[in-house]
């Protein structure tokens, strides 16, 4: 990896078209969207998307994104609500995603028309954990079986490129049997009763958002081990934007190299 894929936008906008526009991507914790109309929305990889638990207590992943002028219509992090309405313009959506109405000033000519509805993304749920995917994923990733009773979740907001997160965190964790990596945003560590999943939340090619789930113990207990994640990766990152290259000699992170090295070479050549 070159030190500028740390610290330019050109390296994200590709990662959005090729890493982060065909897997399955974590989203949240099932339990985060736990009651009906609990909702969770989130910048991931450069797709703004929401995830939330219709009236039947289905749990769905939707583009936050308004069908008259793809304006982000759910603009707070999480909360409740029966339905959705975009701020800027009115459109107003059901839990379901699909359209309610809209002033008239600015209502659609056809009413009836599916093309008014938001667009429900593939989403999966294993081991408590809901997974989403913007196109034809393959099988949904497995976890290494059911996961201890949910206990909470921290979000850390993290200044530094979302490759310098996944890094700092597999050279200090792994290669171990303890430890799970699933391409190209989770690692789950296991210690008997208790598991730690780490979901890297790629926000901007230079801020990255931690959310790290406790199951079997109590969320307040690893405050200080993620304060100590949040400084290290600004730390690296302070490090690559002054030319440090990362360390690859670490069999995790030699693979995720050549697994990023694959998906920059799907993108097509500048003409």
Not at 177 to 188: E, G, M, Q
Not at 255 to 268: K, V
Request: aromatic share 8%; with cysteine; glycine share 10%.
């Amino acid at each position: 990896m070159k030190t500028e894929d740390y610290t330019g936008g050109d390296a994200f906008q590709t990662e959005k078209r090729t890493v982060f526009s065909g897997d399955w991507l974590p989203l949240c914790a099932e339990a985060q969207i736990g009651r009906p109309g609990d909702f969770l929305a989130a910048s991931v990889g450069g797709w703004s998307v929401f995830g939330v638990r219709d009236g039947e207590g289905v749990v769905r992943v939707l583009r936050n994104a308004c069908r008259h002028q793809n304006m982000q219509v759910v603009g707070t992090p999480s909360g409740n609500c029966q339905s959705f309405r975009c701020r800027f313009h009115g459109w107003t959506y059901d839990l379901q995603g699909r359209f309610l109405s809209a002033p008239a000033p600015v209502a659609p000519k056809d009413l009836q028309s599916t093309d008014l509805h938001l667009a429900n993304l593939a989403c999966t749920t294993v081991s408590g954990l809901v997974f989403f995917s913007l196109g034809s994923s393959a099988a949904a990733p497995e976890l290494g079986g059911d996961l201890p009773a949910y206990g909470g979740t921290l979000a850390t907001d993290i200044g530094c490129n979302w490759k310098v997160c996944v890094e700092h965190l597999l050279a200090e964790h792994g290669p171990s049997s303890d430890l799970l990596w699933r391409w190209p945003l989770l690692a789950v560590r296991r210690a008997g009763a208790l598991a730690i999943v780490e979901q890297i939340v790629p926000h901007t090619f230079l801020r990255t958002r931690l959310f790290t789930h406790v199951f079997g113990g109590a969320v307040e207990e690893h405050t200080p081990a993620v304060g100590l994640i949040k400084q290290a990766c600004e730390q690296l990152q302070a490090d690559r934007t002054a030319g440090t290259a990362c360390a690859s000699d670490g069999a995790l992170i030699v693979d995720f190299h050549r697994r990023l090295a694959s998906a920059y070479a799907q993108e097509p050549a500048a003409t």
